[in-house]
Every structure is written in structure tokens, then in C-alpha cells.
T-cell receptor, first 117, second 110 residues
Framework: EAGVTQSPTHLIKTRGQQATLRCSPI?????VYWYQQALGLGLQFLLW???????NRGNFPPRFSGRQFPNYSSELNVNALELEDSALYLC????????????????FGAGTRLSVL | GESVGLHLPTLSVQEGDNSIINCAYS??????FIWYKQESGKGPQFIID?????DKRQGQRVTVLLNKTVKHLSLQIAATQPGDSAVYFC?????????FGAGTRLFVKA
């Protein structure tokens, strides 16, 4: 079974540009989560999508946005890039995002390293 | 606000020794806890979990201990090996809301 895949592996942009990051969840998983992992910091929650809908959003400005497609893959878009957006962006998927599930184990991809120059 | 913190940012242990990685959480309503391992160049990988109605759970060479009274979680790795070198994250969940800690980097000395 294929794991969570993310593309591209690395992305280099300049300030003010836009970045698009992509994520394909594990087959059968309907929830996709996006996290930002800056150097020396933990995982900062960005967005959660389930069944094509945005379910929750972290404390990030509106220029961080995304969507989930009918096949449950997801895109993260970052507009008007700033230097401090440089980080590893991790995508995770889980079977379902409902609170009734027994375990909300998230399975992570290897991430996209975004560098803003 | 909520937080999940780690007592030590780095931990260095001798190969073969036991490792203990600690984690504190602030939300007393957290009902599910997970430890993840992140090796260099990879995303975090699930290691072991524990629900709030338990205080100990064992896996292969790993044990998680939960003390709800002081809101503390620990991961014990027995007979630490070079392959255990990684960053370890704890995560505390309440329903579908999960908060990750900052991570502890474990160095294993040969």
C-alpha cells in the first residue's frame, strides 16, 4: 500500500510569489492535514480537510489556503510568500476525521521543503 | 493556550542503554496520546499510542507511560540502537483536535 506522497520534494521561490504544494493521501483515507515545520519548532497545524470540506484551520493568515479534490488529494497554496514561510510542509492523512473514531492516527508524507529567497 | 511541551530538546544516550523522553501537556481533556518518530528527511512515523483510560502501554522495545494527574507522558526505549536516532514528537488529542509537541532529538552514541 502506498503511503502519503507529497510533491514537489523541494520548492524554491522568491518573496511575493505563490507556491502550490500537493499531497496524495493513503488509499481509503478521507482526511488530509497540513502542517508547517519550521527549523527548531514543532508541527504547526495549518489546515484539515475531510470529504472535500475544510474542517479546521490553524492560526495562519488567509494567504495560506488549500482545497481537497474528489479523489481526496489536496493542494496547499501559499500566496505572497514571505521569507518566514521557509519551512518543511508536511501532509498527513487519516481514515476519517470524525471524533467518534477509535484512533486519530495520522500518517505523514516526507514533506515539501519550501525555501523563500 | 494549549501546549504540549518537551522537557529536553536533545537527549544523548549510549547504545544499549534505555532512553526516556518526556512530554507535558496542558489540556486535561486530552483523551488520546501518540508518539511519533521523525528520521532525517522523512515525515513523522507512528510509534505507539495510549488512551487516557490507561497509564501504561508496551510495544516492541517501547513503552509509553501516562500520568494524567500531572499531565505527563513519557516514551521509554529499551536497549537503544543507532537506528533510534531521530526526533521524537508527542501529540495530545481531544476528539479530532491534535496538538504536537516541539520534539526531542535523540542521539545514540556507539
Amino acid at each position: 500500500e502506498a503511503g502519503v506522497t507529497q510533491s514537489p520534494t523541494h520548492l524554491i521561490k522568491t518573496r511575493g510569489q505563490q507556491a502550490t504544494l500537493r499531497c496524495s493521501p493513503i488509499s481509503g483515507h478521507t482526511s488530509v492535514y497540513w502542517y508547517q515545520q519550521a527549523l527548531g519548532l514543532g508541527l504547526q497545524f495549518l489546515l484539515w480537510y475531510d470529504e472535500g470540506e475544510e474542517r479546521n484551520r490553524g492560526n495562519f493568515p488567509p494567504r495560506f489556503s488549500g482545497r481537497q479534490f474528489p479523489n481526496y488529494s489536496s493542494e496547499l497554496n501559499v500566496n505572497a510568500l514571505e521569507l518566514e514561510d521557509s519551512a518543511l510542509y508536511l501532509c498527513a492523512s487519516s481514515r476519517t476525521g470524525t471524533p467518534q473514531i477509535a484512533k486519530n492516527i495520522q500518517y505523514f508524507g516526507a514533506g515539501t521543503r519550501l525555501s523563500v529567497l | 493556550g494549549e501546549s504540549v511541551g518537551l522537557h529536553l530538546p536533545t537527549l544523548s544516550v549510549q547504545e544499549g542503554d534505555n532512553s526516556i523522553i518526556n512530554c507535558a501537556y496542558s489540556n486535561s481533556a486530552s483523551d488520546y496520546f501518540i508518539w511519533y518518530k521523525q528520521e532525517s528527511g522523512k515525515g513523522p512515523q507512528f510509534i505507539i499510542d495510549i488512551r487516557s483510560n490507561m497509564d501504561k502501554r508496551q510495544g516492541q522495545r517501547v513503552t509509553v507511560l501516562l500520568n494524567k494527574t500531572v499531565k505527563h507522558l513519557s516514551l521509554q526505549i529499551a536497549a537503544t540502537q543507532p537506528g533510534d536516532s531521530a526526533v521524537y514528537f508527542c501529540a495530545a488529542s481531544q476528539g479530532f483536535k491534535t496538538i504536537f509537541g516541539a520534539g526531542t532529538r535523540l542521539f545514540v552514541k556507539a
